[in-house]
Every structure is written in C-alpha cells, then in structure tokens.
C-alpha cells in the first residue's frame, strides 16, 4: 500500500470511529440517564469518559493532521471552500465538544457520588445533562456536513 492509501486510511477509520463514538456515547448516556437507574449512570457516565480518551481524543488529533496532509498530496489548495468550511465546521465541533468533555467528567463525578452516598442525583446533574446533550447536537449535524464535503468536495464560489 503506498503512502497516500494509508495515510487515507487511517483519515477514514479514524473519522469512522470518531462519527461512531460521539453517536453510541451520546446514545447510552442518553438511555442511562432517561433509565433512573442510578447504578447503570454511573458506570455509563464512567465509560463515557473513558471512551472519550481512548477512542474520541486520539481521532480529534488525528484527522486535521490526515486531512490536511490528504489535501495537500492531492494537490487540493488549503483554500478550497468546501475544505475551508470542513476546518471552520471542525472547530465548531470541537467547540462543542471541549464543554462536552468537562460535563461528562462532571457526570460521572456526581452519579459515582451518589451511588456511593446513597442519595439521589444533584439538580445540578440535569442541567449538566441537558446542556451535554443540546450541545452535542450541534456537533452530530457538523460531522454529518463534514462528511458530505468530504465525498463531495462541492465547488461553493469563494
């Protein structure tokens, strides 16, 4: 396999599994926490985060640099719209996702408390789980856009 192949690749497992990740994370903490089972929130919680750094984090740092390597070995100026609104949608994400990350650590940090204390979850809890779950919307929909432009390459005119 030559260089390119591989180098594209690793960009498509690793957006593979970065897609497929953020969606089965986004589902169980969903289902756990709509659940009322304490027991089973706490451990979703716990391997939420968890998948978030093994899986989530590495494909994060992964993909700017394949892509934009891809883009430059295939002769695509940095300057293509549809590449520049791909990086513009990827921060995007990012920026939603980097929140999202301090909320599931803070998830987590409050079901294993109240599963250990023996009490209900904080109000606090709620609020923190309907933020991480609008927030992650908006990072579904840009993944779904970058996807499309990726395939796509669509002529946008600037």
């Known amino acids: 396999m030559d260089e390119y192949l591989l180098i594209k690749t690793v960009h ?3 957006s593979t599994l970065l897609f497929g990740t953020g969606l089965g994370t986004a589902f169980h903490g969903l289902m756990a926490n ?3 089972n304490l027991a089973a929130t706490a451990v979703v919680n716990r391997n939420v985060v968890l998948a978030d750094w093994l899986f989530t984090t590495p494909a994060v740092l992964v993909q700017p640099a394949t892509g934009v390597w891809l ?3 295939a ?3 940095l300057t293509s719209g549809w ?3 791909s990086l513009l949608l990827y921060v995007l994400v990012g920026a939603c996702w980097l929140p999202v990350v301090w909320l599931q650590m803070r998830l987590r940090q409050m079901a294993e408390a109240a599963l250990r204390d023996g009490t209900a979850l904080p109000p606090l809890y709620r609020r923190y789980a309907l933020i ?3 927030l992650g919307w908006p990072a579904f929909i840009g993944v779904v856009v970058i996807f499309y ?3 796509a390459k669509p002529e946008l005119g600037f």
């Open 12 to 14: 498509v497992l690793s």
């Open 34 to 36: 709509l659940s009322g």
């Open 71 to 73: 883009a430059m070995q």
């Open 75 to 77: 002769g695509y100026p």
């Open 83 to 85: 590449l520049l609104v």
């Open 132 to 134: 991480w779950f609008t």
């Open 149 to 151: 432009l990726m395939i």
